[in-house]
């Protein structure tokens, strides 16, 4: 399993992953996170197969902002989310952010078990965060040089690069 950059052929994919697993689905969110956050839009690919993504961006200058984390059911369970927000973590610190944060529904135990493993705390509770009414955890962490020593295994160890703007979206199969 590789950990790479997104790329806009594997947009399709993204979008079949995204439709499944959340219910306020919006495709030209990710154009957008593509287009203004290149280098923090990241998935993970297993035999040429995506398996799952995590999107980041720069909240403001302290603080990585983790939008969206995705794996696919089929490879659930082995790993691929948490190598996904070690990976973005990595980013984020190279970065030069001190902190991680990311919002999760106060349903969503699984993911929230997830991010305290890797380091997250629980912060407060916004109420309705979402757009059904559900109240949002946000939860933080500090970045630290420990972020460095995951994700060793995988092409973005040989690269440090700026969260910044990526270039037009173009994929004629797109939406
Ligand atoms: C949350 C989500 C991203 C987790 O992805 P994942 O790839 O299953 O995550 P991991 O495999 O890293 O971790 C899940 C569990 O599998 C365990 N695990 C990891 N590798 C394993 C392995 N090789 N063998 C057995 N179990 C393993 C982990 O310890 C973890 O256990 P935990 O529940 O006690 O924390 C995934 O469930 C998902 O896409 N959910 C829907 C979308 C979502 O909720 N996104 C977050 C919104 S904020």
């Known amino acids: 399993m590789n950990i790479r950059r997104f790329v806009p052929d594997d947009f399709e994919h993204i979008l079949s992953i995204e439709q499944t697993i959340f219910s306020d689905h919006n495709p030209l969110v990710y154009i957008n996170f593509?287009?203004?956050n290149m280098n923090g839009f990241l998935v993970a690919e297993e035999n040429g197969v995506i398996a799952?993504?995590?999107?980041?961006?720069?909240?403001n200058e302290n603080e990585g902002r983790i939008f969206s984390l995705a794996v696919k059911d089929e490879y659930k369970n082995r790993g691929i989310g948490t190598r996904l927000i070690h990976a973005i973590l990595k980013i984020f610190y190279e970065n030069s952010l001190q902190y991680a944060s990311l919002e999760v529904r106060v349903s969503n135990v699984r993911a929230q078990k997830l991010y305290k493993r890797v380091g997250f705390l629980s912060c407060w509770v916004e109420k309705k965060y979402y757009f059904d009414g559900e109240d949002g955890v946000i939860m933080k962490m500090r970045t630290s040089p420990q972020c460095l020593l995951y994700a060793l295994d995988n092409s973005l160890q040989k690269q440090v690069l700026p969260i910044r703007n990526g270039p037009a979206f173009k994929n004629p199969n797109s939406i």
Not at 52 to 59: A, H, I, K, S, W
């Open 34 to 36: 593509y287009e203004l």
């Open 52 to 59: 799952g993504f995590v999107v980041g961006y720069q909240l």
